[in-house]
């Protein structure tokens, strides 16, 4: 059977894996985010993102690594906590121009963004904006017709 519109057909294109940013529980002292960093790094594994929120007893970090199988293994084995989900994220050309391009787009099909954050710069030397939607799915199609590039797991891992 096939799609009814245009729309539907885009939604089922594979571009690739998802982004998977892990929100790790850490406690709010001095050096906890830098001793999960260099444990990662242990292991090769990069931090392509980093957002955090703290609070008086503990800190919630939110992380985007190069190899999310292998990081989410580590924190199996360690016993750290941790929860996942995916991420849109957005190659922009122009920072300023593009963020509001970006959620502009993103209003008009009347999707909420729950949080977002920048994701550091890699070989390519790109702005890259990275969004948790309320649906993956729905957000992709509809960034992915209005032309912007988006950046997949395989994109990010270097």
């Not at 519109?5 to 850490?26: A, C, K, N, Y």
């Not at 980093?50 to 939110?62: E, F, G, K, P, Y």
């Not at 292998?70 to 016993?79: D, P, V």
């Amino acid at each position: 059977m096939e799609p009814e519109t245009e729309f539907e057909s885009d939604t089922l294109i594979d571009h690739g894996s998802p982004v998977r940013q892990f929100s790790v529980m850490l406690p709010n002292r001095v050096g906890a985010l830098a001793a999960l960093v260099k444990m990662l790094r242990t292991s090769t594994i990069e931090v392509i993102g980093l957002s955090v929120q703290d609070s008086r007893d503990a800190t919630i970090a939110r992380l985007v690594v190069s190899d999310p199988d292998s990081a989410e293994q580590i924190f199996m084995e360690k016993g750290i906590p941790h929860a996942t989900c995916e991420l849109v994220v957005v190659a922009l050309r122009e920072s300023g121009p593009g963020v509001l391009q970006c959620l502009d787009t993103l209003m008009i099909a009347e999707t909420n963004i729950d949080f977002a954050y920048a994701l550091l710069p890699g070989t390519q030397d790109i702005s890259m904006l990275a969004m948790h939607v309320e649906d993956y799915e729905f957000a992709v199609a509809i960034l992915h017709q209005s032309g912007f590039k988006l950046m997949y797991q395989e994109d990010l891992s270097r």
